[in-house]
Structures are given as C-alpha cells and as structure tokens.
C-alpha cells in the first residue's frame, strides 16, 4: 500500500471510500446523502470498470478511474493513500441510511478505544442481516452448508457496544492511525474474507472490533457468490487462503471484551 498524503488528518472528520463496480445512478443519492452529513470531509468514489456517470460536483468529491478491476482491499487500500481525515470509512455502494450514522460512531469509536466500529446493518424490510460473525471454522463452513448456522452473532440484538469476531465490509469505520498501523487490507484476497481477515488481525494486534447496535444502517445485499461460478471461485479461493493464512490461530474474542489498547 502507499503511504498517505503529506497532509495532516483534518480534526474529526470521515473519508468514505466508495467502490462502483458499475453502479450508476445508484451511487448518487448515496453521495449526496454523504455530503450532507457534517462529519464527512472526503467521498473517495473509485470506479472498478468504465462507466459515464455525472456524479454531485463538489470538492469533497474526488474520483478515481482504473485501468483494469482491482479487488475490494487493493481499491479502497488505494483510497486512503488519499485519505486527509481522522477517520477513513469502507462504504458499499448499496448503503443507505435511515439517519447519519456518523456522530454516534466517531464519538463510541474515540470513547471505546477501538480499532474498527461498525452499525449494525438491517435489509430494505427491516430484518437484521449478517454483518456481525464469528470467525470462520470448518465447522461453521459445514453448518452453513447443512441450513444449520449461518455464522451470525445470536447476541447482537442484547449488548450495546457489542464486540464481534468480525464484521462484514459493507460499512467499516476505521480510525486514520488504526487503518495504517494494519496495512490495510490484504491485498491477497480479490474479492471475500478480507473484511473477516482485517478483523483477525485487529484481535491479534491487541486491539478491539467495536458494533453499535442502536445504529443501523440498510444494505440491499447482493449475494453475487451463490448466483455467478467466477464469484463462487473468488469465494472458495478467498476461503483457503483465510484458512490457510489464519486456521488454528485465531484469536479468543469474549463478545464483552473491552479494549485496553487504545488505538
């Protein structure tokens, strides 16, 4: 990853790193949603395939054209190399907000002490979705494939803050020093399990993944994995190397664990 911008953050405020991989239209109630809210100082929107779209003029707005698609962690990896704020947030393009997020989860984020924060993410009908997991086992990949267990957190609708094993990267907010302290993403992955890779690696710096529960945010998923063999391929692969990478040294998270590691 590149180092950062010679620029000093700029004091409490959020650069949201947004992907479209085609979007369109979509992305742009997002952005103009984005530019609204006063915690916001940058919307980063890096276009993953050639796509002509007016997005909102403003010079919160930078965007970002690639040559060839790059996978999800080397995207927003790049992003932050642009990154002049205290905080830098993974946003899907498929986001929407049922009010701003963003002051309730600097404010936690700062308190907590917490590498990562996330809101907890319901569907277009309300219903809870996934985002907040355990780590991935065999185990858990055969109770998933059996019906019996998606790997979800069963608690979080009873603790607030709630520390998951992980959280999906629809929505991730990151402090600026936490992010670069990590590297970022692991490049490795094209595309799954580098959401689930950064949370381990968080644990096992010591630090804490932090879920504010009274917080939502609406993502309408799109599962492309179960519907497209080049995204199950991606999947599988992202898997292995998940496992290879992290298998029998995982770290222990207690759901209750409070940080002591300020990051």
Not at 176 to 183: A, E, Q, S
Request: proline content about 6%; hydrophobic content about 45%.
């Amino acid at each position: 990853m590149r180092s950062a911008t010679l620029h000093g953050p700029k004091e409490m405020r959020v650069t949201v790193s947004i992907v479209s991989h085609g979007h369109g239209q979509m992305i742009i109630p997002l952005i103009e949603k984005l530019l609204d809210f006063p915690e916001i100082g940058t919307v980063i929107i890096t276009h993953n395939i050639p796509e002509v779209i007016s997005l909102p003029e403003s010079p919160r707005v930078i965007r970002r054209w690639n040559s060839a698609p790059k996978g999800f962690g080397h995207n927003h990896n790049d992003a932050f190399c642009l990154c002049v704020d205290d905080f830098f947030c993974v946003m899907n393009p498929d986001i929407d907000f049922v009010e701003n997020p963003f002051s309730a989860l600097v404010t936690e984020l700062v308190a907590s002490g917490s590498a990562m924060i996330a809101p907890k993410v319901v569907d277009s009908t309300g219903c809870v979705e996934d985002s907040a997991r355990h780590f991935p086992t065999i185990l858990g990949i055969v109770k998933k494939v059996l019906g019996i267990s998606d790997g979800r957190h069963m608690e979080l609708s009873q603790m607030n803050p709630f520390h998951p094993e992980c959280v999906a990267g629809m929505f991730m907010l990151f402090k600026y020093d936490g992010y670069r302290k990590l590297n970022g993403f692991d490049t490795r992955y094209f595309l799954y399990y580098e959401d689930i890779d950064i949370c381990a690696r968080i644990w096992k710096a010591g630090a804490s993944v932090l879920l504010l529960t009274p917080v939502v945010v609406i993502h309408d998923a799109q599962r492309k994995s179960h519907k497209s063999f080049k995204f199950l391929r991606w999947h599988i692969s992202s898997m292995l190397l998940f496992f290879r990478l992290h298998m029998w040294r995982l770290p222990q998270v207690a759901t209750a664990y409070r940080s002591k590691n300020n990051w």
